[in-house]
């Protein structure tokens, strides 16, 4: 079933941040593949939107086989909307606990039905259980060490250890340009007020010559009006 532009563009930034997560790990993170589960049965597959499988080597794959990786996905993260609801909210995750994935997430891009927007379950005996939002709507992915929270209409993930936010490399690219200019405009505030320093600083040496020359003609014309007082006084003996 065909998606929109959102939820598709959704979907592979999730996986594009989770692949530079665990770049250089023993990490699988893909999405939008056939991955079969019942050995010898081409009917029995599911295809997650995004899923992440510790332990196994990461490179291109056509398919993923359960028994052949002898792995299921450790998380799989849906990005649902309300044409996908019914597989995404009922036959999904069943499957999934059925399959034993250890967590599973559900987030709507455009947030039209599913209330909150971002929803986790992670697997407790044969059943999922709701992981419990923190006041922020913020979920913990023990599996992945992130926490995952919408901001600004986008599911970010920021890194337990660290604080930091995940980013794609354009996101990273956008940011550094952004500093840049940031860099350059505080730059450019300093080279402007340092101009206007130097021009009062200009203007006070001004004010003192003057000061100076004046207190110099005045200096002088008080000389000039005792020796002409002096030469009346003389004149007037």
């Avoid at 589960?37 to 939107?49: L, S």
């Avoid at 359960?66 to 799989?76: I, L, Y």
């Amino acid at each position: 079933m065909g998606e929109t532009d959102l939820h598709r563009d959704a979907m592979f930034r999730h996986i594009e941040l989770l692949k530079a997560y665990y770049c250089g790990q023993q990490v699988y993170v893909t999405g939008d593949l056939l991955l079969y589960y019942e050995e010898g049965n081409p009917k029995k597959f599911i295809v997650p939107d995004a899923f992440v499988a510790k332990g196994i080597a990461p490179g291109p794959r056509r398919v993923f086989l359960t028994w052949a990786e002898r792995k299921v996905p450790d998380v799989v993260i849906e990005t649902t909307s309300k044409k996908t609801k019914k597989r995404d909210v009922g036959f999904k995750p069943q499957l999934y606990a059925h399959l034993r994935i250890p967590e599973y997430f559900m987030y709507d891009p455009e947030q039209d039905y599913l209330d909150p927007p971002l929803q986790g379950h992670r697997l407790r005996d044969d059943q999922y259980v709701q992981i419990e939002p923190d006041d922020d709507g913020s979920l913990i992915s023990d599996e992945l060490g992130l926490k995952l929270i919408v901001e600004d209409d986008e599911l970010q993930f920021y890194r337990m250890d660290t604080g930091q936010r995940l980013l794609t490399p354009a996101e990273r690219a956008e940011i550094e340009i952004e500093a840049r200019h940031r860099e350059e405009e505080a730059r450019h505030r300093e080279e402007e007020a340092r101009h206007r320093e130097e021009q009062a600083r200009h203007r006070e040496e001004q004010a003192r010559r003057q000061e100076h020359k004046a207190r110099l003609a005045a200096e002088a014309e008080v000389a000039r009006l005792r020796a002409e007082l002096e030469l009346l006084k003389r004149q007037s003996k």
